[in-house]
């Protein structure tokens, strides 16, 4: 199974990832994560992300591709994927169904959460992570434990999200009319409960 979840920053496809990924026995592969962790380790590659992501912009085709086809080598990737915050250009989807391809595979369906701007900037601004587990929190919508020492990602300000917003409009929902030809696409309201947004979910992959 392989499935595109697809949607705005902050629409809360990492949170739905991790409740679907067990059910649908397949890793979650979150292009964000991945960088995240070379800027953590200080790579020059690392490095390049951050001049990207600190501005909100998009990492250059090119380069999360080469991400994307190392991910997808390794063993637990084999059966399939869930696809976080991937592809967000064109030139992404059109490159990741050649790779799915070489393997015999393809995207089999793309679950859009849709959430107004407004919402968007409210969960972003709010948005707080356990360093040790990467577990996503939100100060109001998913309060972290008590005593538990929670970090906020340095573009989850309201500026650098509008921005990402801009990009995700210009560049990411051009995507849609790829997968929509191929009939692939579910549109799912992503205002609820946590538990709501994951029941719709599953009823729109009929899982
Ligand atoms: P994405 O991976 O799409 O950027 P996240 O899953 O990180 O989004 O969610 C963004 C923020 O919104 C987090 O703080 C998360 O706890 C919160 N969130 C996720 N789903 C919901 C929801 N249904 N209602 C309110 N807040 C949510
Ligand atoms: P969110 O879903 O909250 O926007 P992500 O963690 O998916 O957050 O992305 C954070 C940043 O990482 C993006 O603003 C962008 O700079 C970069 N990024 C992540 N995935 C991609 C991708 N597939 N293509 C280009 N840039 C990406």
Known sequence: MDLVLFGPPGAGKGTQAVRIREQLDVPQISTGDMMRAARREGTPLGKKFDEYMSAGKLVPDALVLELMKERLSKPDAAKGAIFDGFPRTVAQAEALDELLAEMGRKIDQVVVLEVPVEDIVDRVTGRRSDP?????????????????EVVQRKDDTEEVVRKRFQEYEA?????????????????????????????????????
Not at 178 to 207: F, M, N, P, Q, W
């Open 132 to 148: 040790t587990s990467g577990q996503v929190y939100h100060v109001r919508y998913n309060p972290p434990p008590a005593g538990l």
């Open 171 to 207: 560049n990411t929902m051009p995507v849609l009319p790829h997968y929509d030809a191929k009939g692939l696409v579910k549109r799912v309201d992503g205002v609820g409960s946590l538990d709501e947004v994951t029941e719709r979910i599953r009823a729109a992959l009929g899982a």
